[in-house]
């Protein structure tokens, strides 16, 4: 199946009725008509989340995003995203139920299609190393689980009924380092991503009755700004496909899991990393 975005002047030039076979464009051609599709995104600010949003606003999907940082209309050039933006730590857990409320006020009622947890955060040393289970402080420890962890729970348990409206679907952004020991990213980062893909496989077994299907995906080696410098160098070699991935790539599978062309796939994680993990 081809993930490919469509050309938006091919899909404007088509006679009505014409079959795409594509989920992008089946979603364009419906956000256009009767119903415009709603994603929640956390993390949008940057890499993934950035290009996440891109691809769903391509399709026509209204971006309501959340992030540390402020709306960026110049690197965000999506409809309505001063309006639909969150600014907000996820990382303190008392402020999920603030952050619940007003994405709940933003919807006003109208159904929730996906929601993305994607925001994270993979804390160093000072000098760049790998934080082991031996360096890590409490507090590093507490602020890491909050955010990758505690963060969706609360987010899926406070959306459950605009996600249930629309027989939505939930993904969780895991990681390669949550089933192995990685060199790089630390032990609260790698141990909080393991927990999220667990917690993957709850919420699916406990949100399949409502209609809810959720998935995760588990990125290897991505070029964003959580890269370190001596990654391609390093790993590179042991990649099966020899190079590191693109943001957009991992945006286009994120895509398919919250489309119709994934309506039977629940519990998964998809692993996105060139083949490192064979």
Same mark, same amino acid.
């Given at each position: 199946?081809?993930?490919?975005?469509?050309?938006?002047?091919?899909?404007?030039?088509?006679?009505?009725?014409?079959?795409?076979?594509?989920?992008?464009?089946?979603?364009?051609?419906?956000?256009?008509?009767?119903?415009?599709?709603?994603?929640?995104?956390?993390?949008?600010?940057?890499?993934?989340?950035?290009?996440?949003?891109?691809?769903?606003?391509?399709?026509?999907?209204?971006?309501?995003?959340?992030?540390?940082?402020?709306?960026?209309?110049?690197?965000?050039?999506?409809?309505?995203?001063?309006?639909?933006?969150?600014?907000? =730590?996820?990382?303190?857990?008392?402020?999920?139920? @603030?952050?619940?409320?007003? &994405?709940?006020? !933003?919807?006003? #009622?109208? +159904?929730?299609?996906?929601?993305?947890?994607?925001?994270?955060?993979?804390?160093?040393?000072?000098?760049?190393?790998?934080?082991?289970?031996?360096?890590?402080?409490?507090?590093?420890?507490?602020?890491?689980?909050?955010?990758?962890?505690?963060?969706?729970?609360?987010?899926?348990?406070?959306?459950?009924?605009?996600?249930?409206?629309?027989?939505?679907?939930?993904?969780?952004?895991?990681?390669?380092?949550?089933?192995?020991?990685?060199?790089?990213?630390?032990?609260?980062?790698?141990?909080?991503?393991?927990?999220?893909?667990?917690?993957?496989?709850?919420?699916?077994?406990?949100?399949?009755?409502?209609?809810?299907?959720?998935?995760?995906?588990?990125?290897?080696?991505?070029?964003? =700004?959580?890269?370190?410098?001596?990654?391609?160098? @390093?790993?590179?070699?042991? &990649?099966?496909? !020899?190079?590191? #991935?693109? +943001?957009?790539?991992?945006?286009?599978?994120?895509?398919?899991?919250?489309?119709?062309?994934?309506?039977?796939?629940?519990?998964?994680?998809?692993?996105?990393?060139?083949?490192?993990?064979?």
């Amino acid at each position: 199946m081809s993930l490919e975005l469509p050309n938006e002047n091919l899909i404007r030039d088509l006679p009505p009725g014409t079959h795409l076979g594509c989920s992008v464009r089946a979603d364009k051609a419906h956000a256009d008509g009767r119903q415009q599709k709603t994603i929640l995104l956390t993390g949008a600010s940057r890499g993934i989340g950035h290009a996440t949003a891109k691809l769903f606003s391509d399709a026509g999907w209204r971006i309501i995003s959340c992030a540390r940082q402020p709306f960026d209309g110049e690197r965000c050039p999506w409809e309505a995203g001063h309006e639909d933006h969150l600014q907000m =730590d996820l990382s303190d857990h008392r402020m999920l139920p @603030r952050a619940i409320a007003e &994405i709940r006020e !933003r919807l006003a #009622g109208a +159904p929730l299609h996906a929601l993305v947890n994607n925001a994270g955060v993979s804390p160093k040393t000072p000098t760049g190393d790998r934080m082991t289970s031996l360096t890590t402080s409490t507090e590093t420890w507490m602020r890491v689980f909050h955010l990758n962890l505690v963060a969706p729970i609360l987010l899926a348990q406070g959306l459950f009924d605009e996600l249930r409206a629309a027989s939505g679907s939930i993904v969780n952004v895991t990681s390669i380092a949550g089933s192995r020991v990685h060199p790089f990213a630390g032990s609260a980062y790698a141990t909080s991503k393991a927990a999220l893909a667990s917690l993957t496989r709850e919420l699916a077994h406990d949100y399949a009755p409502y209609g809810i299907r959720v998935n995760a995906i588990a990125p290897g080696e991505i070029k964003t =700004d959580m890269l370190s410098p001596d990654t391609e160098a @390093r790993l590179v070699p042991s &990649i099966p496909l !020899r190079r590191v #991935g693109t +943001p957009d790539e991992v945006a286009k599978v994120i895509f398919f899991l919250c489309s119709d062309a994934a309506s039977y796939v629940t519990g998964a994680e998809v692993p996105i990393n060139g083949g490192q993990h064979l």
